[in-house]
């Protein structure tokens, strides 16, 4: 939240210092009034008085007499009309300017799996989710083309009306036994089924509480819902049982939401205290299982699988198909009726066209593959149990990653990320930094996905060229400085 809030504020007043910098500025946990004294001093730095009352904004009151156009006072500049001069957009524009290598958008030939290439570069992969190496599959492939050829490249309607397929309930029929849940629902993106369904479910008057790491997707769907919104340091339940505590009286609905597998650090959410804390306050909870379902649990069921808990302790599980189950789209699993209700009024099902048969197919494909091919699950949880370990006897420090196949390298600064991704990549290692402002920045870090197909020497050799490139970083920033 603080973070949200620093960027309002540089968006507000871009002659502040930089997002990171007022990051270092406002550490810790201020109080809103250190918050408003600190941005005061920074914007009128003679003042004598903390600025409380600076700079407002002045707005029309809405229901004035309309002045004639002439004399009407206006708030808008000529760069308010056109995207590419508002001022976030030039502040962005610059900060890409200033590295002469950007890492985002880099053109990938082929299929990524344990490898791919990048232009002319033949590089190991660590930079995606395709967990168990079942993109590009030849049965997922063949899969694909007889959906295709059956019900053609779209279903050119909302499910609601005339897109309902034979091989959508195939899938959603597919999930609702891996989730072991009575009914399933797929939506057409991850993100958008976390903000159409989070956005649905509550509304003003209602709460949601959320880790401190919650996924974009489920930020914006509490945002689209109205509903006030806190949140919990991540993973703390004490916090939030302290929270609901203090304040769930002044609530009706509470919607709770977690994810399995933690997307920047690895690390799993508590569940069984989580269910015994949700009965308790009587709240509604959602876990996002992105990450965690196809990597974690004996068959690839997710964490409630992992946990032993009864899935109809949890009111939704939400997830993705764009991970381990080789496709697009999102799903949402829970009791019959529940679904049923989502079915006919989530936004983003009702409105929204159904999921493609080619997209149907690919994760129906590689749901059956994970089923008959129990190996790769298995592998999968070996290889990232054995990047874990080289990686700490190598001094790495992979904060709280356990049980999943996401293991953060956290490197303490943007700038060493950055430093540390560019090394990796010339050392032939497609690996993804994570900069500020997706994490504080003393929190930066390089995120490796490991996957069912990398081999033990792949992961090996990378962790030796990590350790040796962060020392060397580390040396010639303390250096330069
Ligand atoms: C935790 C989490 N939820 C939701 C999503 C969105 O999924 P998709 O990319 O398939 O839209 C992601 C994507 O990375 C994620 O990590």
């Not at 590089?123 to 492939?141: D, E, K, R």
């Not at 609905?253 to 994810?259: G, K, P």
Request: proline share 6%.
């Amino acid at each position: 939240m603080m973070r949200e809030l620093i960027t309002q504020l540089h968006t507000e007043w871009p002659s502040l210092p930089t997002p990171a910098q007022l990051g270092e500025r406002f550490a810790g946990r201020p109080t809103v009034e250190q918050v408003l004294d600190g941005v005061g001093s920074l914007l009128h730095p003679f003042a004598e008085e903390p600025q409380h009352r600076l700079p407002r904004v002045e707005t029309e009151p809405v229901a004035a007499a309309s002045p004639a156009p002439a004399d009407r006072p206006t708030r808008w500049t000529e760069a308010d009309a056109r995207i590419e001069c508002f001022p976030e957009a030039v502040a962005m524009r610059e900060r890409r300017q200033q590295t002469d290598r950007n890492p985002y958008f880099l053109l990938h030939e082929g299929i990524i799996d344990a490898t791919t290439t990048i232009g002319d570069a033949q590089l190991v992969s660590f930079s995606s989710y395709n967990y168990l190496g079942v993109t590009g599959h030849p049965v997922v492939a063949e899969t694909i083309a007889d959906a295709v050829a059956r019900y053609g490249s779209s279903v050119s309607a909302s499910r609601f009306l005339s897109g309902e397929r034979p091989i959508h309930a195939e899938l959603e029929q597919e999930l609702a036994d891996l989730l072991q849940v009575e009914s399933a629902l797929t939506l057409v993106s991850g993100h958008a089924t976390n903000v159409s369904v989070i956005g649905h479910l509550v509304e003003p008057g209602d709460l949601i509480v959320h880790d401190s790491l919650a996924h974009d997707s489920i930020i914006q769907g509490a945002k689209l819902s109205g509903a006030t919104r806190r949140s919990f340091p991540h993973n703390d339940l004490n916090a939030l049982d302290d929270l609901l505590g203090v304040i769930r009286g002044g609530f009706r609905r509470v919607l709770i939401v977690v994810e399995g597998v933690y997307s920047m650090d690895g690390d799993l959410v508590p569940l069984p205290q989580l269910i015994e804390l949700k009965r308790r306050h009587g709240a509604l909870v959602l876990v996002d299982e992105a990450h965690s379902i196809g990597t974690v649990g004996a068959n690839g069921g997710g964490v409630g699988e992992h946990f032993g808990v009864d899935r109809s302790d949890i009111d939704l599980w939400c997830g993705t198909m764009s991970k381990s189950l080789a496709g697009c789209g999102g799903y949402v699993g829970g009791t019959a009726a529940a679904i049923d209700y989502l079915k006919y009024s989530v936004p983003g099902f009702v409105y929204s066209v159904g999921i493609t048969p080619a997209n149907a197919a690919a994760s129906l494909a590689a749901l059956r593959l994970m089923r008959d091919e129990p190996e790769r699950l298995s592998r999968l949880r070996q290889n990232a149990d054995r990047f874990r370990e080289t990686a700490r006897a190598a001094g790495i420090d992979i904060g709280d990653s356990a049980d999943s196949p996401v293991v953060p390298c956290i490197v303490g600064s943007s700038e060493r990320a950055l430093a540390l991704a560019t090394a990796l990549f010339d050392h032939g290692f497609s690996v993804n930094p994570i900069l500020y402002p997706a994490v504080p920045d003393d929190q930066a870090r390089l995120r490796f996905f490991i996957t069912a197909e990398h081999t033990a020497e792949q992961i090996q050799r990378v962790v030796d060229i990590t350790a040796s490139e962060l020392n060397r970083i580390t040396h010639d920033i303390e250096v330069s400085a």
